[in-house]
T-cell receptor, first 115, second 113 residues
Framework: DAGVIQSPRHEVTEMGQEVTLRCKPISGHDYLFWYRQTMMRGLELLIYFNNNVPIDDSGMPEDRFSAKMPNASFSTLKIQPSEPRDSAVYFC?????????????FGEGSRLTVL | AQSVTQLGSHVSVSEGALVLLRCNYSSSVPPYLFWYVQYPNQGLQLLLKYTSAATLVKGINGFEAEFKKSETSFHLTKPSAHMSDAAEYFCAARGGSNYKLTFGKGTLLTVNP
């Protein structure tokens, strides 16, 4: 089975540019999560969706960050404009509401460097 | 609110020695508890999970963890460390119907030859 697929794996951009990170969850999973990982703050939940609807975006740091899930198999996290402090690894994870254990399946992450 | 505390951001052991990574949680409801492992430049992989069945949970790669409600702990152990165990380990908790997982800050495990 294919796992959670993220792209790009690495992105280097300059301050002020728009960044779009993409995620394809595991087929059949109805929850999708975006996390950010930094040395200073560890893993932070940015936003999560249930059945393509954003449920909790309280972790989104600023209005420069936005996330969408137009269908069950695709989500994007956009940063516009990007700043050096946005440099981090961004993880997408998905899970199924069946079983109710809450286990998340993670993608391999998108490493963002903003110069 | 859920919180997860991992004691020790860095643990170093010798190959063959016992591995003990500590995790304490706070929850107002019976929790679901997880340990994840992250190898360099990779995503997080599930090691094991506690879901209110047996309090001693066995996971992959010889790891196990024991849920102790009285101590609000879920420490991860492995009797004999292997070089391939070197990675970062995250404890996580989810309470009741809350679908969010709260992660600890992680513990980096170094295994010395």
């Amino acid at each position: 089975d294919a796992g959670v697929i993220q792209s790009p794996r690495h992105e280097v951009t300059e301050m002020g540019q728009e960044v779009t990170l993409r995620c394809k969850p595991i087929s059949g999973h109805d929850y999708l999560f975006w996390y950010r990982q930094t040395m200073m703050r560890g893993l932070e939940l940015l936003i999560y969706f249930n059945n393509n609807v954003p449920i909790d975006d309280s972790g989104m740091p600023e209005d420069r960050f936005s996330a969408k899930m137009p269908n069950a198999s695709f989500s994007t996290l956009k940063i516009q404009p990007s700043e050096p402090r946005d440099s981090a690894v961004y993880f997408c994870a998905s899970r199924s509401s069946r079983g109710n254990t809450g286990e998340l399946f993670f993608g391999e992450g998108s490493r963002l460097t903003v110069l | 609110a859920q919180s997860v505390t991992q004691l020790g951001s860095h643990v170093s052991v010798s190959e063959g020695a016992l591995v003990l990574l500590r995790c304490n949680y706070s929850s107002s409801v019976p929790p679901y508890l997880f340990w994840y492992v992250q190898y360099p430049n990779q995503g997080l992989q599930l090691l094991l999970k506690y879901t209110s069945a047996a309090t001693l949970v066995k996971g992959i790669n010889g790891f196990e963890a024991e849920f102790k409600k009285s101590e609000t702990s879920f420490h991860l152990t492995k009797p004999s460390a292997h070089m391939s165990d070197a990675a970062e380990y995250f404890c996580a908790a989810r309470g009741g119907s809350n679908y969010k997982l709260t992660f600890g800050k992680g513990t980096l495990l170094t295994v010395n030859p």
